[in-house]
């Protein structure tokens, strides 16, 4: 389950990096897709508006209401992310990590996609009169599996700690489909790659190099980088990384302008 103690985090606009590269994919916020998904959530909507059977009714509802969160994520996800933003927890070591409404998002998603399917199961199982069809049928419960894989696994991505951790030991955490436990000696190359939205790449020695998704860091993955090469390369700073906002101030002091 998530955590059980919400973590506090910070943001700031820093000036460590020029904030030329767009933090979102194709260099573009994603207005069209977030216009395309409002679409869709409307379609079941009108469609259980002027459909008077009932199983048909709450089936196309739960659509519509899985459709409409995703609708809300993909802007909280894309909204999360700035160019120059570094979003930090204000406790503890140095961890870049998202903010609480896209962890939450990470938790609904996935959670209310399971609604279609359950409710396509109740009105099979009372009868309720709705519409014949192999997709009608067979559509919300092919939705509730993939769902529920994703859950699964966010469960599982629980054993590793949440957001980047940066202290004196190296690099640790993450979450989602990338995860890194790695000393200051293992840490080569750090840069920012990525086409299709930039991404946080490392490589580590004898270790396949991380990629990080910058929405799991909830930061510039440019800004990120020039923070792990600066304290990769000054080992007499790392003690300024018990304390992330301290680390912060010490990288900003010496990096900019």
């Known amino acids: 389950m998530p955590e059980q103690m ?3 985090t910070a ?7 020029d ?5 979102h994919p194709n260099g573009r916020f994603p207005t069209a897709a977030l216009a395309l998904l409002g679409i869709l959530a409307l379609v079941p909507l009108l469609l259980a508006i ?12 739960s659509l519509a209401v899985y459709t409409g969160m995703l609708a809300v994520a993909l802007s909280l996800w894309a909204r999360s992310l700035r160019e120059r933003l570094v979003r930090i ?3 503890g070591p140095l961890r870049f990590t998202p903010a609480v409404r896209v962890r939450v998002a990470l938790w609904l998603v996935p959670a209310i996609g399971m609604l279609p399917a359950l409710t396509n199961l109740l ?6 009169p709705t519409m014949d069809g192999r997709l009608l049928e067979w559509g919300p419960y092919a ?8 859950l699964g696994r966010e469960l599982m991505a629980l054993r590793t700690p949440l957001g980047l951790v940066v202290d004196e030991r190296g690099l640790h955490g993450v979450r989602g489909s990338a995860s890194i436990e790695a000393s200051w000696d ?12 930039p991404k946080l790449a490392i490589s580590v020695a004898d270790q396949m190099p991380a990629i990080i998704d910058a929405h799991r860091l909830g930061s510039d993955p440019a800004a990120v980088a020039a923070v792990l090469i600066f304290f990769r390369d000054h080992p007499d700073h790392r003690q300024s990384l018990a304390d992330g906002t301290t680390a912060m101030q010490t990288v900003t002091g010496a990096l900019q302008p």
């Open 6 to 8: 919400p973590m506090r």
């Open 19 to 23: 904030g030329s590269r767009s933090v």
């Open 50 to 61: 002027v459909d008077d059977q009932a199983g048909f009714r709450l089936v196309m509802l």
């Open 186 to 197: 293992q840490i080569g190359t750090v840069d920012v790659v990525g086409l299709h939205g």
């Open 143 to 150: 939705l509730g599996m993939v769902s529920l894989v994703g």
């Open 11 to 17: 943001a700031r606009s820093v000036r460590i990096v």
């Open 89 to 91: 927890a204000t406790t």
């Open 123 to 128: 009105v099979r199982t009372l009868g309720l």
